[in-house]
């Protein structure tokens, strides 16, 4: 029988009180963070090396156009692609993408784990959880980030945008990261920051708790099939209490 999840958290910024019947059942076995963004904040760093790119070719990059390839995979350029496109001399084009890459990789190797990550990763392992990373991004990338960070050692297993046909929104990760869980989706809880990422996760019929960042807490997260069952400030609220207490 599902059980009747109540799940409130109140702040000065948001206000969430999602009541669902889930699927979930506690305690809580696994959790599949995303990376980008929920991990690591690498998608301000991104969108800012961009925006600044833009700004100096006298355009304009809007939040809602980049919206568009959050949580996606990184082939996805959205607005990206129009603006390279618009340079006729392929050596220029490749200098532009030479150049935003270096200054994204400059801005993120200065970031650290976004708070409470750190202390819920170490939490969860001592509680003997079964932990993986769910990313739409390359395994060289989220695998170099975890090791800089000295996070890679907590998590059992990962699932990168190379394993799947689709990354995210289509649920093709989450489903081959619940595989790899060796879990049935009632104990199972997915961290996300994007709608395409809560959008994944719900498609593949699993509990998603959204912790948006700098830039995905500006954008819409109630879509039609996407809506998350929780919305936190940060990790430092991740409901412990309520997920790991026996039925």
Known sequence: MNDLIILCKVSEIRISCIITVMMLQTPLQGILFDFDGLILDTETTIFQAWEEKFIEYGKKLLLEEWAEILGKSADQL????????????EDKRKEILKEVKEKELALVYQKNPLPGVEDLIIKAKEQGLILGIVSSSGQDWVHSHLKRLELIDYFDHTSCAEEVENAKPDPALYNLGLKKAGLSREKVLVLEDSPNGVLAAKRAGLFCIAVPNQITGQLPFYNIGGTPDLVLNSLLEFPWDELMRDN
């Open 78 to 89: 959205g607005p990206v692609e129009g603006f390279i496109n618009s340079f006729r001399e």
